[in-house]
Nanobody, 124 residues
Framework: QVQLVESGGGSVQAGGSLRLSCAAS????????MAWFRQAPGKEREFVAV????????YYAESVKGRFTISRDNAKNTVYLQMDSLKSEDTAVYYC?????????????????WGQGTQVTVSS
């Protein structure tokens, strides 16, 4: 069992930065891939980024590539999402998720555990 708690959301102007954190409980954190998804009002929850258990490989959605960076600290059971050059279209609730790695890493169905989400609002 893994419990996930996100933090670090807030309001920022376009062009600014935020860093989200996701703290995990449970001894199996290091064995899971960790991902971030987001959901804007009236839209489906969409994949943002994923990092494999070792932290050596990460994948990103095209819409955030070059602006967002995912990282993890297995000693602290925490995954991060550094968001730079934020745009108004990045406004959403951001969710942390954990699960075994899959080549379908962009699919919500591949993740077993989810956090409650943290709101990110970017004003233009």
């Amino acid at each position: 069992q893994v419990q996930l708690v996100e933090s670090g959301g807030g309001s920022v102007q376009a062009g600014g930065s935020l860093r989200l954190s996701c703290a995990a409980s449970g001894r199996t954190f290091g064995g899971y891939s960790m991902a971030w998804f987001r959901q804007a009002p009236g839209k489906e929850r969409e994949f943002v980024a994923v990092i494999r258990s070792s932290g050596g490989t990460a994948y990103y959605a095209e819409s955030v590539k070059g602006r967002f960076t995912i990282s993890r600290d297995n000693a602290k059971n925490t995954v991060y999402l550094q968001m730079d050059s934020l745009k108004s279209e990045d406004t959403a609730v951001y969710y942390c998720a954990a699960g075994p790695f899959s080549t379908y890493y962009y699919s919500r169905a591949r993740y077993t555990y989810w956090g409650q989400g943290t709101q990110v609002t970017v004003s233009s």
